[in-house]
């Protein structure tokens, strides 16, 4: 909350520590979240866009694991658009040891650029 999270914020957490979504009283982007859901063929039509739409959905903050969850049936393509759109759409605000979940290394938290022109949301539940 310390880096300029707002009332309303979205926020999407690609692989990992998803109790940032209860840290923060952020919600995800879309409805569909799960890292297994983002990063692999998940047997339902709407996950094979979900990273895509969340991504397009430009929410205020991004987490990505350090070293990021490396699962068994990611697509490496999901992880190159991850990696183009933090690289256009986002900056990289800082680094955070992992202490809440327990797991081994940290996770990094982007910020959106412009925030003013897409910090609207429509209710997508």
Do not use: W
């Given at each position: 909350?310390?880096?300029?999270?707002?009332?309303?914020?979205?926020?999407?957490?690609?692989?990992?520590?998803?109790?940032v979504?209860?840290?923060?009283?952020?919600?995800?982007p879309?409805?569909v979240?799960?890292p297994?859901?983002l990063?692999?063929?998940?047997?339902?039509?709407?996950?094979?866009?979900?990273l895509?739409?969340?991504l397009?959905?430009?929410?205020?903050?991004v987490?990505?694991?350090?070293?990021?969850?490396?699962?068994?049936?990611?697509?490496?393509d999901?992880?190159?658009?991850?990696q183009a759109?933090l690289?256009?759409?986002y900056?990289f605000?800082?680094?955070?040891?992992?202490?809440?979940?327990?797991?081994?290394?940290?996770?990094?938290?982007?910020?959106?650029?412009?925030?003013?022109?897409?910090?609207?949301?429509?209710?997508?539940y």
């Open positions: 909350r310390h880096s300029g999270q707002r009332k309303g914020d979205r926020i999407l957490v690609t692989d990992r520590d998803m109790i979504y209860l840290a923060t009283g952020a919600e995800p879309t409805p979240f799960h297994i859901q990063l692999c063929n998940f047997p339902f039509a709407a996950a094979a866009s979900a895509a739409d969340s397009d959905r430009h929410p205020a903050f987490v990505v694991g350090e070293p990021s969850l490396h699962l068994q049936c990611q697509i490496a999901r992880l190159t658009l991850l759109r690289a256009r759409d900056d605000l800082r680094s955070f040891q992992s202490t809440v979940t327990g797991s081994p290394g940290s996770f990094a938290v982007y910020r959106l650029k412009d925030r003013l022109q897409t910090n609207v949301y429509t209710d997508l």
